[in-house]
């Protein structure tokens, strides 16, 4: 018989689920988890004790995530994506295809060198510039941009500092940042590049073959670009508005409409003009901040042999790239302040808060009773149902608080070490692969399809699901296959 705790925290949960997946008015996900956080602590479900446990755990990954984050705009602000967009696309040498290897390998390494959200912020707006510079139709624009989205949720398996949830419980299981990297970077990887191969093959057929390439002028430390016209993408003058009722035209293999249903935002200059405008760079610049950024990820592995925290290592690396700019180009921190998603730390909080009033009024022990003897009875089972579990939760309630719930699970199942390990290393595949099926799996999901509207590119649940629901299981599979092999052959 439920209790009056276990009714007053599900249906919490249930209605803070339900405005993160719904957003009314475009509301900060930091809100409804902030206000469950608050109804959850009133009622005594998470004590004070447990309040000030929970800041040490979730503080210290929040930091190094906004120190990401800030390295990105840093980049930014200084002409660095735009520069590296256009040169994406002139070294794919008229080629859609090899563009599209290249897209997918920008992604990639964004989320190495920042994380999932960060690299989503980066990536996604340099996919519309180009679709948008190359005048792509509408069907032709989605296998770049869901492929690049995809993979840069994905990439932040291999390596525990791209993804808020691998940090938040990479202490809890006994793992470091260098272990977790050395048992986890094949696996996974093994499952990227299968679903990169999958997409590649779904799309290929609405890739186009070849694309132009846009003459670059460099003189002086500026850049700038000819867009040409493209015969097959007739484009209407800028402020042309399309027919009232006018819809999209249909993808031609999903029958849905992806594309610009309703005229351009005012409030967003267009990508195409601003294009065409001149922007300073300063080449010495752009390869000092690349080397410090590169030397800062290092000492977060190099910091963590030596019990370094990573937010100390993180925080100074974002300060050292402020401040360099500063005195290079006399920019102040203003537009860090601006942009910086400082909402991240209070959400990660919050939304802890809630998960651990699941915790304590049962779900975990339910959990425990449910699958201990399946999960302990050999390394196979322990991946293929850790990873599984934690699959169905991410895309049912996103992955942040279904890696807290599963962690709990599994350091109440009396697991020995390797065991355990293992199956938090599903866990993390499940989190950071399996969730995509759906497009609530992940925060940096949600901010791509954010980012798109934002563009006037629709891209409805049907668009998405046609092509998760047939890549990503068996991404996933395969990375979970490779775990139990990898580990069991190597470390165990």
Request: aromatic residues 12%; hydrophobic residues 50%.
């Amino acid at each position: 018989m439920f209790d009056f705790s276990v009714i007053y925290a599900l249906t919490v949960f249930s209605l803070m689920v339900l405005f993160l997946i719904w957003k009314p008015r475009g509301i900060n996900e930091s809100i409804p988890t902030t206000i469950s956080a608050i109804l959850i602590f009133l009622a005594g479900i998470v004590p004070l004790s447990d309040i000030f446990k929970m800041l040490g755990i979730v503080s210290g990954a929040s930091i190094t995530i906004l120190s990401t984050i800030v390295m990105s705009i840093v980049l930014g602000s200084i002409g660095f994506f735009r520069y590296a967009a256009l040169n994406l696309v002139n070294r794919a040498n008229g080629s859609g295809i090899l563009l599209f290897w290249y897209i997918i390998l920008l992604c990639f390494l964004m989320t190495m060198f920042f994380n999932n959200d960060g690299s989503i912020l980066i990536s996604t707006p340099i996919i519309i510039e180009i679709v948008t510079l190359l005048r792509l139709k509408h069907h032709e624009q989605f296998p770049y941009l869901l492929s690049g989205a995809l993979v840069a949720t994905a990439s932040s398996a291999p390596i525990a500092v791209s993804n808020l949830a691998n940090l938040i419980s990479l202490k809890i299981v006994g793992l470091d940042l260098n272990s977790y990297v050395v048992m986890m970077f094949v696996p996974s990887m093994i499952g990227i590049t299968v679903i990169t191969l999958l997409l590649y093959f779904y799309f290929y057929m609405d890739i186009p073959k070849r694309i132009p390439i846009l003459p670059v002028s460099y003189v002086d430390g500026k850049f700038s670009v000819s867009i040409p016209h493209h015969p097959g993408s007739p484009r209407p003058p800028h402020h042309a508005q399309p027919p009232r009722h006018a819809h999209p035209p249909r993808h031609p293999i999903h029958g849905s409409h992806v594309g610009h249903p309703e005229p351009p935002n005012p409030l967003y200059h267009s990508i195409a003009d601003k294009a065409n405008h001149p922007i300073e760079i300063d080449m010495f610049m752009f390869k000092v901040c690349i080397t410090l950024i590169i030397l800062i990820r290092a000492s977060l592995f190099i910091g963590a042999s030596y019990g370094i925290p990573t937010e100390w290592i993180g925080t100074s690396g974002a300060l050292l790239l402020i401040g360099y700019r500063w005195y290079q180009k006399g920019v102040g921190p203003y537009d860090i302040v601006m942009k910086t998603p400082w909402h991240i730390i209070l959400f990660a909080f919050s939304i802890y808060v809630v998960v651990y009033a699941l915790h304590n009024i049962g779900l975990t022990t339910l959990l425990v009773g449910l699958l201990r003897e399946l999960v302990s009875a050999n390394y196979l089972n322990a991946s293929i149902i850790s990873g599984g579990l934690l699959t169905v939760m991410s895309n049912l309630f996103n992955n942040l608080p279904s890696v807290m719930i599963g962690t709990f699970t599994l350091t109440e199942m009396g697991l020995n070490t390797p065991t355990l390990q293992i199956s938090y290393l599903a866990s993390i595949i499940g989190s950071d692969i399996g969730s995509l099926i759906t497009p609530i799996g992940t925060l940096a999901t949600l901010i791509w399809m954010f980012i798109l509207r934002e563009n006037q590119i629709r891209v409805t649940w049907a668009d998405y699901l046609k092509i998760t629901i047939m890549v990503i299981p068996i991404g996933l599979l395969i990375s979970l296959l490779s775990l139990y092999g990898w580990v069991e052959g190597l470390f165990f």
